[in-house]
């Protein structure tokens, strides 16, 4: 029984990593997304902060 | 016994999974990234008005194409036309560079479509863009 159960267990940790290494050669779009962003605000010269500054105006 | 393997194997589980969890930012500051975001900022004064006057539109590829030539006064129009090729060997370059600083030559691609969507959302009204083959202004 315990020989049976380390088996498993090995092969459930062999199973697990390597499930992890194809998760992570996924396309991450919303990093890829946000990476985008930064660029285009810089080659644009779009300021995303001077759009969010009420601040003064509501006072 | 039983309950301390289980107990064991989802822990196993839960840990061995949990980079993939943390995936943070692409990386993006790389020289050769810098170079072309540069290049592309400092273009883009030029390109300017041939986008607002809709000489020049978006693709849905995540590029630029002249639309309309005779949108373009004649004496501009071999000045035009470095300009998009210019800028679109710059924006390959760059997809593929991002791709490349991040270990995965194989999302160049996906990296284009992100960036043809976030360039189209971006644009301000009246720009031309293309979407489902067509072109319509923003």
Redesign the interface.
């Known amino acids: 029984m315990n020989k049976m159960q380390n088996w498993a267990l090995a092969s459930l940790l062999v199973l697990g990593l390597s499930g992890c290494v194809t998760i992570n050669i996924y396309f991450p779009a919303a990093a890829a997304e946000k990476a985008a962003d930064r660029i285009i605000d810089e080659v644009w010269q779009l300021k995303p902060d001077a759009a969010k500054t009420p601040e003064g105006e509501a006072q | 016994m039983n309950a301390v393997?289980r107990a064991?194997?989802l822990s196993?589980?839960m840990l061995?999974?949990a980079?993939?969890v943390a995936?943070?930012?692409?990386d993006?500051n790389t020289p050769a990234?810098a170079a072309l975001?540069g290049s592309?900022?400092q273009r883009?004064a030029q390109l300017a008005p041939f986008y607002a006057s809709g000489a020049v539109g978006l693709t849905d590829r995540g590029l630029v194409a002249l639309r309309d030539a005779n949108a373009v006064p004649l004496a501009q129009r071999g000045q035009v036309n470095s300009l998009v090729s210019a800028e679109n060997a710059d924006r390959a370059a760059?997809y593929r560079e991002?791709a490349q600083a991040n270990g995965?030559p194989e999302?160049a691609g996906?990296?284009q479509n992100?960036?043809a969507?976030?360039?189209i959302d971006?644009a301000p009204r009246g720009w031309w863009v293309q979407r489902g083959g067509g072109w319509a202004p923003k």
């Not at chain 2, 995936?23 to 692409?26: A, E």
């Open positions: 393997f064991l194997v196993v589980a061995s999974c980079p993939a995936q943070g930012n692409l993006i990234i975001q592309m900022q883009h760059l991002i995965h999302w996906d990296v992100t960036f969507q976030r360039w971006k």
